[in-house]
């Protein structure tokens, strides 16, 4: 199996198999593998992180503790994730060896750069998200194969078991879920079976604490379980998905059963690199993940954080002017690195990363910010991008004691997808992190749609190394385009302010995308330095409320200690 690995000391490039790296650029390894008392599940929600630390119980790998985490939350976490939606997975041995497996959604045969327009123009957000024409081929089953094949020790079937029982047996709608079927009931009751899912007859959302039961994915997963996960891709479950988005209520697409028989997950190379001696590692394109997080670490390199700590609002100027860059470079360049040419080993090249870093003023805010021109950029055009709260995604870490990791973030894009359900779970709506407007200035864009792409993502599931190559930290996150601003601040937090991974995951957060705007958390000290931020020159900063939504496991003296954000209903597990 030819695999790249891309590792770059913001400088050195290698791409070449796993192991052919040149000498230089070699990452580190931990030699007699590293290893622990007990594995560690964090997770968005206490009852998957249970599914995975059972299958740690059992003997399992971290994969398997993943790949049933990734079900579980399908079932009790529907609105953020599921089988019918889409993920990356990265995996590391107790060496540091590392795999990255992409199980993105893929738009149909069918689809062209206007896939999204009527009647000549684009069509708004609101109305594109419900329906068939959204819809991506779901990919976390072909991921979860794959990585099985690999580095599974328990069977297949057993992976679904915690799975199966919360569905069969009843799992309780938490305060969380509760809100989430009220604030997205357009999707989560667009079809009757969605309604009859998780609504009362006079179409109320249940009542928190609520036992709720899903008998039709109980089906789907003991389908699944028995047959593998070529039953997904074929048969009855192909053939419900094929007629769910031809025959939507709104936006019926034209995805055919050749479009999900011909889905693979996809190795892709790990994009490695370091920040102050720790080495990081994360998911290339067609995620705009990792780029975005090297590039503001990269652009930070050279400024003390640790001297001016958390508390200090020039921090958070450099921060929010390392992002204006990054997010500059990411919209203009990213995309699908199957379709287009996506200089990503540029966009973290170090020379190009401290050239970036110069147009940083630590007295003043930069009067515009536009994409730099990489090593090896094509002339192409910036898309538009869109910033959202937390809604469809879910961020999970396993880490056995045999010092596997896996660190896997798992989407359906927006809260419950399309609205559309098959065999009791959700259908993703991936397809509209394509750039709706294909063209700008005249050029396509990176991320137009186009006929068997993968939209770009900006999932970040990452794994620091510490400088003696051990694991230190697994992490990431949900929340769309503030995934990478959520990761960086976590990397920061713990490197440069030393603090635990759950209180640099619950610190104060700043997001700043290439726009003039920036955003501070709402409530938090954050908040309390808008004067000295506005003394710096950004002149508009709004406060707004995240619902930022990390989860994370870190190494300290040998052990496992977990993280989960405290805005979420998340928490960490021990085997
Ligand atoms: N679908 C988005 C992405 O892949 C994530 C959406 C979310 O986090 O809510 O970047």
Known sequence: MIRQTITLRFALIAASLLVAVPAAAKPQTYERGQI????????????????????????????????????ALSVVEPQSSGIGGGGFYISSDARGRIETIDGRETAPKAAHPQWFWKDGAPMAMRDLVPGGTSVGVPGNLALAAKAHARHGRLPWAKLFQPAIRLARDGWVATPRFRSFLEFAKGSAAFVPEGLALFYNADGT????????????????????????????????????????VNSAPRNPSAMTLADIASYRAKDRAPLC???????????????????????????????????????????????AEAMRLAYADRARYLGDPDFVTVPAIGLVDADYLRQR????????????????????????????????????????????????????TSTVESAFGSGLVVGGYYLNNELTDFDIVPEKDGRLTANRVQGGKRPRSSMAPTL????????????????????????????????????????????????????????????????????????????????????????????????????????????????
């Not at 964090?42 to 503790?65: F, N």
């Not at 055009?381 to 004691?401: L, Q």
């Not at 700043?510 to 705007?517: F, H, L, R, S």
């Open 205 to 244: 959302p249940v009542a928190a604490g609520s036992t709720l039961r899903n008998p039709a994915i109980t089906q789907t997963l003991t389908m699944l379980a028995r047959k593998g996960a070529k039953s997904f891709y074929s048969g009855s479950n192909a053939k419900a998905i094929v007629a769910s």
């Open 36 to 71: 622990f008392e007990r594995g560690m599940v964090s997770a968005a929600d206490p009852r998957a992180a249970e599914a995975g630390a059972e299958m740690l119980r059992a003997g399992g790998s971290a994969t398997d503790a993943a790949i049933a985490t990734m079900l």
């Open 357 to 408: 870093s110069m147009l940083i003023d630590p007295a003043r805010t930069m009067a515009l910010v536009t994409a730099g021109t990489p090593p090896g950029a094509e002339k192409l055009v910036r898309a538009d991008m869109s910033a959202g709260p937390e809604n469809g995604t879910s961020h999970f870490v396993a880490i056995d004691k045999r010092g596997n990791a896996v660190t896997y």
């Open 464 to 575: 620091v190394y510490a400088p003696d190559g051990k694991l230190r930290l697994a992490l990431g996150a949900a929340g769309g385009t503030t995934i990478p601003v959520q990761v960086v601040k976590a990397i920061i937090g713990v490197i440069d302010w030393k603090l635990s991974a759950e209180d640099a995951i619950a610190l104060h957060t700043i997001y700043a995308p290439e726009g003039p705007t920036v955003w501070v958390e709402k409530g938090t000290a954050l908040e309390a330095m808008i004067p000295a931020l506005n003394a710096l020159g950004h002149a508009d900063v709004r406060p707004r409320q995240a619902s930022f939504k990390a989860n994370a496991v870190e190494v300290i003296g040998g052990k496992l200690v977990g993280a989960a954000d405290r805005r979420s209903e998340g928490r960490a597990i021990s085997e």
């Open 273 to 319: 690199g370091t920040y102050r001696a720790y080495r990081v590692c994360g998911m290339g394109p067609p995620s705009s993940g990792e780029t975005t997080v090297f590039a503001i670490l990269g652009q930070l390199e050279r400024f003390d954080l640790t001297a001016l700590g958390p508390e200090s609002p020039q921090a958070w100027h450099l921060i």
